[in-house]
């Protein structure tokens, strides 16, 4: 009988062995209503939403303290708290996919309450979120040996310093949506790689939006709205900047982009792509705003260059500071002094931009198409020489700023808002978009031309371009007697 109790043991064991297998610890969250639970296997832990209006919160108190790997899908809610990695020392990965609305707090490793000054992890991960909300400083301390992505995301707003980091080696935003990016709301000490890829929508992009040094730096088929000065400051060994739409810019964003040695003088393929950009120009091209002053630190016998078949609207009374500057180098002074203390390329990058220009946007409200001429040929035919005056083939005089250069906020600053191309004048969606009375294209003029400033075109047309500078004093005086 014992001899027969001792084989059936035998047996159970060694089928155990063969079927390996392995408990799972199942760990139970406080959730009302909820029949979802944390899976842990080893060290990793997955929490998968039975139904896709749960709230789920990470906190330092919600797994083992031993856990590797995060994985939470198919909630309705999910709130990552502070001081996370503080207590969760081993989390080496964590993928977020598939939650309506995910809110990251601040500091979620507290350097402050660690012996160490940073967290190194490998991965952080963001796909298809409805809603997310990274709040100020969530990350700092943090450093990614991988990859930190955001794929199919959507946020409002994106506060300064929410995706702050130490190092990252390659982070990279597709197909995503964000409102606006407030300054410094990207910002990165150093990282491999900044990739922003795939249709990525931005509608508002402030000063200093995107801070960051990387050795690698990818735009592409992107769409921006809205883009104000130096939002692109960015450090790069190779970039790669193609096939973007940009609508409208409110001054200089590429006057912070700079090209800089490889790490160690390692070898390492350097350059600058810019090929194939869309420029709507919407409501004009403000003067200078193409300026990239320290184009000049490029090593052209080193780098690879591509800057080709950028496309602009064939509109003299949008873009004429850069068909004069491109046809007769007028101008060539005061965008030559833009941001001169940085560097003096934007004189070159400005016209290898306009001679390897590609075909003409013909723009009806917010929709442009190609047409097939070019933008030089446009340039050749619709700029007029009359009475010494630089004019657009609809009359609108093309400003000289180089005469102007006692007015510093003239050459320094982009053309000023108020100057817009009116869509109001017509319902009718056929109509393509022309520009009100009131606006004036920047003009252009070469130091070494012939032609100068006629100062009575401030007095032609109906455009106010003079500043009323008088004023009324009336100063009354009564003595009073001292009796």
């Keep these: 009988?014992?001899?027969?109790?001792?084989?059936?043991?035998?047996?159970?064991?060694?089928?155990?062995?063969?079927?390996?297998?392995?408990s799972v610890h199942l760990v139970q969250l406080d959730l009302k209503d909820s029949k979802s639970s944390w899976e842990y296997h080893d060290s990793a832990s997955r929490f998968i939403c039975t139904d896709s209006t749960e709230s789920v919160s990470l906190?330092?108190?919600?797994?083992?303290?031993?856990?590797?790997?995060?994985?939470i899908e198919n909630c309705g809610k999910l709130e990552?708290?502070?001081?996370?990695?503080?207590?969760?020392?081993?989390?080496?990965?964590?993928?977020?996919?598939?939650?309506?609305?995910?809110i990251v707090n601040a500091d979620v490793f507290d350097a402050k309450g660690s012996e160490g000054s940073s967290y190194s992890l490998d991965t952080i991960?963001?796909?298809?979120?409805?809603?997310?909300q990274i709040r100020r400083y969530a990350f700092r301390g943090v450093e990614i040996r991988n990859r930190f992505y955001l794929g199919e995301v959507q946020m409002a707003a994106v506060v300064p310093m929410a995706l702050n980091f130490d190092y990252v080696k390659e982070f990279s935003v597709f197909a995503s949506?964000?409102?606006?990016?407030?300054m410094w709301a990207i910002k990165i000490t150093k990282c491999g790689e900044l990739n922003i890829l795939g249709m990525t929508h931005f509608a508002s992009l402030a000063a200093h939006a995107i801070k960051a040094s990387c050795e690698k730096f990818s735009m592409a088929y992107n769409w921006f709205g809205n883009i104000h000065d130096s939002a692109f400051e960015v450090e790069y060994v190779l970039s790669d900047i193609q096939g973007n739409t940009f609508n409208s810019l409110g001054g200089n964003p590429f006057i912070d982009l700079k090209p800089i040695p490889p790490e160690g003088g390692k070898s390492q393929l350097t350059g600058f792509v810019f090929r194939e950009n869309k420029f709507y120009s919407d409501p004009?091209?403000?003067?200078?705003?193409?300026?990239?002053?320290?184009?000049?630190?490029?090593?052209?016998?080193?780098?690879?260059?591509?800057i080709d078949n950028n496309q602009f609207p064939c509109e003299c009374d949008a873009v004429g500071w850069l068909l004069a500057y491109g046809q007769h180098g007028y101008n060539s002074k005061s965008i030559g002094e833009i941001a001169k203390v940085k560097g003096t390329g934007s004189l070159n990058f400005i016209r290898q931009l306009y001679l390897t220009s590609g075909k003409c946007l013909k723009c009806i409200h917010s929709e442009c198409k190609s047409t097939e001429e070019r933008l030089v040929e446009y340039a050749a035919n619709s700029i007029i020489v009359d009475d010494g005056v630089l004019r657009c083939g609809s009359?609108?005089?093309?400003?000289?700023?180089?005469?102007?250069s006692s007015e510093p906020d003239l050459i320094i600053l982009p053309k000023s808002w108020k100057h817009s191309k009116d869509d109001s004048t017509t319902n009718n969606l056929t109509t393509p978009r022309t520009s009100t009375t009131g606006y004036k294209a920047p003009n252009p003029t070469s130091t070494g031309s012939q032609i100068?400033?006629?100062?009575?075109?401030?007095?032609?047309?109906?455009?106010?371009?003079?500043?009323?500078?008088?004023?009324?004093?009336?100063?009354?005086?009564?003595?009073?007697?001292?009796?």
């Excluded at 949506?177 to 407030?182: A, E, I, P, V, Y």
């Excluded at 004009?284 to 591509?306: N, Q, R, T």
């Design 177 to 182: 949506k964000f409102d606006r990016l407030s």
């Design 125 to 132: 991960e963001f796909h298809n979120i409805r809603d997310l």
């Design 284 to 306: 004009v091209l403000p003067f200078g705003s193409l300026a990239m002053p320290s184009f000049d630190k490029l090593h052209k016998e080193d780098s690879y260059i591509d």
């Design 452 to 483: 100068q400033l006629d100062p009575s075109v401030y007095t032609q047309g109906n455009v106010a371009t003079k500043l009323n500078t008088s004023f009324l004093a009336i100063l009354i005086i009564t003595v009073v007697p001292l009796i």
């Design 395 to 404: 009359g609108v005089v093309i400003k000289n700023y180089d005469s102007t």
């Design 1 to 22: 009988m014992l001899a027969q109790t001792l084989n059936n043991c035998v047996h159970v064991l060694v089928i155990l062995a063969l079927l390996d297998v392995r």
């Design 80 to 102: 990552i708290e502070s001081r996370l990695l503080n207590h969760l020392s081993n989390v080496n990965n964590i993928t977020i996919r598939s939650v309506d609305k995910v």
């Design 59 to 71: 906190g330092p108190n919600t797994l083992p303290v031993h856990t590797v790997f995060i994985q």
